[in-house]
């Protein structure tokens, strides 16, 4: 029997933790009221917005080709990471103030390159530190969740005292709280900065690998030509594109039903608490992730992988069935359903794409672990998420008539995809028993 890893330090936990809840927090700033705000304040119709969305994963793709080529051969990763963010924290700051349709997609693109990278080298170089993966990594990745809620209820709450007219009809204040939607950029580039000083100054140093003279990335995709990465990284292209679903028009939906269902003493306490605009609602799915990747952390050594991701698949259908049919309900039930609902998003997360790069960590090879974790990003940061904005652009279409959305019809579809991508699971992953 092998002794056990050292215990991880309380300083290296807080040093990790730090990069974590900046990292998430920069994004979870803007992403979840990105539809809204382009829609609501800049004006673009469905299709331009899928497209900065797509545009926006562009950086995943290049990823495992340059930054993590860096990273494992080159440079120090918190050195890659320090100058990508405050590059990052300048462009993002932009993004407040572009009206046009073409500069804002120029933008996202650049954006995208520079900021992509950054989220699959986090968690290579909190690999590279921790002691005990399994034991470890839940701790320290859970305060990228903890950095996501703490923004989203923030804006939610400047949306709510700031940028909510006392009076107005439903259509004039939802148009106010859009505009305000502005600011999740420049606070987005505020956290940037502190990031990209972070990562230079305070991050622990993570040299390159020269174990080998072979490209890495070109190691990487020989090791996910076999099972189980080979299904891994097949199905989640598909569930990419379900996951973008949620991002690309949950906050949109929510926040019309905050609006719309109003004035009630239930609908008036959860505003108090979330805020208004959909994204504070949603940190219930993070606040649920913190949970389920602290359970994963703590007992998810003896669970069959194949189980942990099944669990997230059938999360993913149930969520989007409850929005689909969510006017089935009562009106007075229906805010305090879909509260129920969304912390389906913490079991999507965490036994789906937080387990996800763990099987990428446990069966890459250790020298080219930074370029599969970019390779994964790559799939489902990259290539879903392009698809899965076009597809959410073009359904939106679909499912509008006289300029009002169904979301009865919209989030049927990614229902009936989680569906098909949890049997084709079942079928195709191999079960691998993990050493308890």
Same mark, same amino acid.
């Given at each position: 029997?092998?002794?056990?890893?050292?215990?991880?330090?309380?300083?290296?936990?807080?040093? #990790?933790?730090?990069?974590?809840?900046? $990292?998430?927090?920069?994004?979870?700033? *803007?992403?979840?009221?990105?539809?809204?705000?382009?829609?609501?304040?800049?004006?673009?119709?469905?299709?331009?917005?899928?497209?900065?969305?797509?545009?926006?994963?562009?950086?995943?793709?290049?990823?495992?080709?340059?930054?993590?080529?860096?990273?494992?051969?080159?440079?120090?990763?918190?050195?890659?990471?320090?100058?990508? /963010?405050?590059?990052?924290?300048?462009?993002?700051?932009?993004?407040?103030?572009? +009206?046009?349709?073409?500069?804002?997609?120029?933008?996202?693109?650049?954006?995208?390159?520079?900021?992509?990278? &950054? #989220?699959?080298?986090?968690?290579?170089?909190?690999?590279?530190?921790?002691?005990?993966?399994?034991?470890?990594?839940?701790?320290?990745?859970?305060?990228? &969740?903890?950095?996501?809620?703490?923004?989203?209820?923030?804006?939610?709450?400047?949306?709510?005292? !700031? /940028?909510?007219?006392?009076? %107005?009809?439903?259509?004039? =204040?939802?148009?106010?709280? $859009?505009?305000?939607?502005?600011?999740?950029?420049?606070?987005?580039?505020?956290?940037?900065?502190?990031?990209?000083?972070?990562?230079?100054?305070?991050?622990?140093?993570?040299?390159?690998?020269?174990?080998? /003279? &072979?490209?890495?990335?070109?190691?990487?995709?020989?090791?996910?030509?076999?099972?189980?990465?080979?299904?891994?990284?097949?199905?989640?292209?598909?569930?990419?594109?379900?996951?973008?679903?949620?991002?690309? /028009?949950?906050?949109?939906?929510?926040?019309?039903? $905050?609006?719309?269902?109003?004035?009630?003493?239930?609908? +008036?306490?959860?505003?108090?608490?979330?805020?208004?605009?959909?994204?504070?609602?949603?940190?219930?799915?993070?606040?649920?992730?913190?949970?389920?990747?602290?359970?994963?952390?703590?007992?998810?050594?003896?669970?069959?992988?194949?189980?942990?991701?099944?669990? %997230?698949?059938?999360?993913?259908?149930?969520?989007?069935?409850?929005?689909?049919?969510?006017?089935?309900?009562? +009106?007075?039930?229906?805010?305090? !359903?879909?509260?129920?609902?969304?912390?389906?998003?913490?079991?999507?997360?965490?036994?789906?794409?937080? @387990?996800?790069?763990?099987? @990428?960590? +446990?069966?890459?090879?250790?020298?080219?672990?930074?370029?599969?974790?970019?390779?994964?990003? #790559?799939?489902?940061?990259?290539?879903?998420?392009? =698809?899965?904005? #076009?597809?959410?652009?073009?359904?939106?279409?679909?499912? &509008?008539?006289?300029?009002?959305?169904?979301?009865?019809?919209?989030? *049927?579809?990614?229902?009936?995809?989680?569906? =098909?991508?949890?049997?084709?699971?079942?079928?195709?992953?191999?079960?691998?028993?993990?050493?308890?």
């Amino acid at each position: 029997m092998s002794d056990p890893a050292p215990r991880l330090s309380a300083g290296l936990h807080a040093r #990790l933790s730090l990069m974590m809840f900046l $990292q998430y927090a920069i994004w979870g700033a *803007w992403l979840p009221l990105l539809w809204p705000f382009l829609t609501g304040s800049r004006g673009f119709d469905a299709q331009q917005v899928s497209n900065i969305f797509a545009v926006g994963a562009v950086g995943a793709i290049v990823a495992p080709f340059i930054a993590g080529q860096i990273a494992d051969r080159y440079i120090p990763t918190q050195v890659f990471l320090g100058v990508s /963010h405050l590059l990052g924290a300048a462009l993002v700051w932009q993004l407040a103030w572009l +009206e046009s349709y073409g500069s804002f997609l120029l933008f996202s693109l650049v954006y995208s390159l520079i900021y992509a990278p &950054t #989220l699959s080298l986090t968690n290579s170089l909190a690999f590279h530190h921790l002691p005990d993966r399994d034991r470890d990594f839940g701790k320290v990745r859970l305060w990228g &969740t903890v950095g996501w809620i703490v923004v989203g209820i923030t804006l939610g709450q400047w949306l709510l005292r !700031v /940028h909510t007219p006392a009076d %107005g009809s439903a259509a004039e =204040v939802l148009a106010a709280q $859009q505009a305000g939607m502005a600011d999740a950029f420049r606070l987005s580039a505020v956290l940037g900065g502190l990031l990209g000083v972070y990562c230079l100054l305070g991050l622990p140093a993570t040299p390159p690998s020269r174990e080998s /003279h &072979t490209a890495a990335p070109l190691r990487a995709v020989k090791a996910t030509l076999r099972q189980p990465l080979l299904m891994l990284f097949l199905i989640s292209v598909p569930v990419s594109c379900i996951h973008q679903f949620y991002f690309v /028009h949950a906050s949109g939906f929510l926040a019309q039903k $905050q609006v719309e269902l109003g004035g009630s003493r239930i609908a +008036e306490a959860i505003n108090a608490v979330f805020g208004v605009g959909g994204a504070g609602l949603m940190t219930l799915g993070q606040v649920a992730e913190v949970i389920v990747i602290g359970l994963i952390a703590a007992y998810g050594r003896g669970v069959a992988r194949k189980w942990l991701l099944m669990a %997230g698949l059938a999360a993913y259908a149930v969520r989007m069935a409850v929005f689909a049919y969510i006017d089935l309900f009562p +009106e007075g039930a229906q805010l305090p !359903v879909l509260m129920a609902t969304i912390p389906l998003h913490g079991v999507c997360f965490g036994c789906f794409i937080f @387990v996800a790069f763990m099987v @990428v960590d +446990e069966e890459a090879p250790h020298d080219v672990r930074a370029s599969a974790q970019s390779l994964f990003n #790559l799939v489902f940061v990259g290539l879903g998420i392009i =698809v899965g904005s #076009l597809i959410a652009g073009r359904v939106a279409i679909w499912a &509008t008539t006289d300029g009002v959305i169904s979301y009865g019809r919209l989030f *049927w579809v990614p229902m009936w995809a989680s569906l =098909v991508c949890l049997a084709l699971m079942g079928v195709g992953y191999p079960r691998k028993k993990i050493d308890p």
